[in-house]
């Protein structure tokens, strides 16, 4: 069983778009995390999430909103995609008490064009 | 500032040979440091983790060693596979109390082991 998921794997849209990835945790985790991986494969962090409350949100434009319905799912949404969010996108999640433990997703790899 | 560096940034053997990646890091209050293999197209996968009092630490193939004094760490893959082939992340974790982390993540090692 998949212990992190997202979906979709590849997402191609074009410049203005709007678009959403998502993200689901079978691993009881409370926390749950957005990175992003540019080009030169260096991991960033955008968001983190305790108990669908936001606990870090990095220097990350307002047009990438994460919404945590529930403790298993952290989704982001995107809006006005720009060319520079190319890039992929991973998700992760750990114990609230073992941030340094995390377990990553396959990642989305988004393409705008 | 904190940061973790690694070296090389790629690296090509031939397949049975070892090799050995290197990282150094400037991170503050240290807690741990962690080693991940990320195949391509896939997320990042943990192969070791160290704290401040772990000198070596081995996981079949792959062995890692860390030098608080001199704040380096190297991961050592031995009799290299073709399945070794990927981007080797070592990855630094502060802890500023309570159950607070930041990781910091240095820029990875890629690794491709040829026939």
């Known amino acids: 069983d998949t212990a992190v998921s997202q979906t979709p794997k590849y997402l191609v849209t074009q410049m203005g778009n709007d678009k959403s990835i998502k993200c689901e945790q079978n691993?009881?985790?409370?926390?749950m995390y957005w990175y992003k991986q540019d080009s030169k494969k260096f991991l960033k962090i955008m968001f983190s999430y305790n108990n669908k409350e936001l606990i870090i949100n990095e220097t990350v434009p307002n047009r990438f909103s994460p919404k945590s319905p529930d403790k298993a799912h952290l989704n982001l949404h995107i809006n006005s995609l720009e060319l520079g969010d190319s890039a992929v996108y991973f998700c992760?999640?750990?114990?609230?008490?073992?941030?340094?433990?995390?377990?990553f997703g396959p990642g989305t790899r988004l393409t705008v064009l | 500032k904190n940061q973790v560096e690694q070296s090389p940034q790629s690296l090509i053997i031939l397949e049975g040979k070892n090799c050995t990646l290197q990282?150094?890091?400037?991170?503050?209050?240290?807690?741990?440091l962690r080693w991940y293999k990320q195949d391509t197209g896939r997320g990042p996968v943990s192969l070791t983790i160290?704290?401040?009092?772990?000198n070596t630490k081995s996981n079949g193939r792959y062995t890692a060693t860390l030098d608080a004094d001199t704040k380096q760490s190297s991961l050592h893959i031995t009799a290299s596979q073709l399945s070794d082939s990927a981007s080797y992340i070592c990855?630094?974790?502060?802890?500023?109390?309570?159950?607070?982390?930041?990781?910091?993540f240095g820029t990875g090692t890629l690794l491709a082991v040829q026939p």
């Open positions: 691993l009881g985790h409370d926390t």
């Open positions: 992760a999640s750990s114990q609230a008490l073992r941030r340094d433990t995390q377990y």
């Open positions: 990855v630094v974790s502060a802890r500023y109390g309570g159950a607070t982390n930041k990781l910091i």
């Open positions: 160290m704290t401040f009092s772990e």
């Open positions: 990282c150094n890091y400037t991170v503050s209050p240290f807690s741990n």
